[in-house]
T-cell receptor
Framework: AQSVTQLDSQVPVFEEAPVELRCNYS??????LFWYVQYPNQGLQLLLK??????LVKGINGFEAEFNKSQTSFHLRKPSVHISDTAEYFC???????????FGTGTSLTVIP | GAGVSQSPSNKVTEKGKDVELRCDPI?????LYWYRQRLGQGLEFLIY????????KSGLPSDRFSAERTGESVSTLTIQRTQQEDSAVYLC????????????FGSGTRLTVV
């Protein structure tokens, strides 16, 4: 079975400061990993994904994430956040032979002016 | 269309009534998912369609829930005899196929059962 844990339910950070949103997963098989962002009253938008290759993945809006297989983590980072980054962020995995995404419970990022 | 379109955006229904939610995927997308998002919780998988293959219905919570999709076209999610615990945002996503994994989500239908 697969599960995804986002340890921080809420993360407040000042504008232009760096941020890291943590994601750990558990799986008995190889998985692909994703980060999605959800702005208020909108659907989920793909930020980035790791399928294979380099473990450092760059996404949209200046975000990046690093896949660490030994620690089963896929933390999301941004060196300098903007007010517009205020949103809910979801980490997700899908088994490489499966159909179903498994989502974490989300991290609410609030950027403070 | 340019994105995944879901209708209605909001639905309030009385307990015990049936509701039908609609999803228009991006043209040419063969894969389609339905997810449920309860307040303050993560996304819960409901059902997955891939082309003309038999759908993966393993996430449907009860036999009151059903979904249909003809080919690569519109999908409908039907909830019969709605209960208050069915209140949630129902999200639809589509993709060109499993190998792409670039799923695009719709804005969802917010269902409130009173």
């Amino acid at each position: 079975a697969q599960s995804v844990t986002q340890l921080d339910s809420q993360v407040p950070v000042f504008e232009e400061a760096p941020v890291e949103l943590r994601c750990n997963y558990s799986s008995s098989v190889s998985v692909y990993l994703f980060w999605y962002v959800q702005y208020p009253n909108q659907g989920l938008q793909l930020l980035l994904k790791y399928l294979s290759g380099s473990t450092l993945v760059k996404g949209i809006n200046g975000f990046e994430a690093e896949f660490n297989k030994s620690q089963t983590s896929f933390h999301l980072r941004k060196p300098s956040v903007h007010i517009s980054d205020t949103a809910e962020y979801f980490c997700a995995v899908i088994p490489n032979t499966g159909n179903q995404f498994y989502f974490g419970t989300g991290t609410s990022l609030t950027v403070i002016p | 269309g340019a994105g995944v379109s879901q209708s209605p955006s909001n639905k309030v229904t009385e307990k015990g009534k049936d509701v039908e939610l609609r999803c228009d995927p991006i043209s040419g997308h063969t894969a389609l998912y339905w997810y449920r998002q309860r307040l303050g919780q993560g996304l819960e998988f409901l059902i997955y369609f891939q082309g003309n293959s038999a759908p993966d219905k393993s996430g449907l919570p009860s036999d009151r829930f059903s979904a249909e999709r003809t080919g690569e076209s519109v999908s409908t999610l039907t909830i019969q005899r709605t209960q208050q615990e069915d209140s949630a945002v129902y999200l639809c996503a589509s993709s060109q196929g499993r190998s792409n994994y670039g799923y695009t989500f719709g804005s969802g239908t917010r269902l409130t059962v009173v």
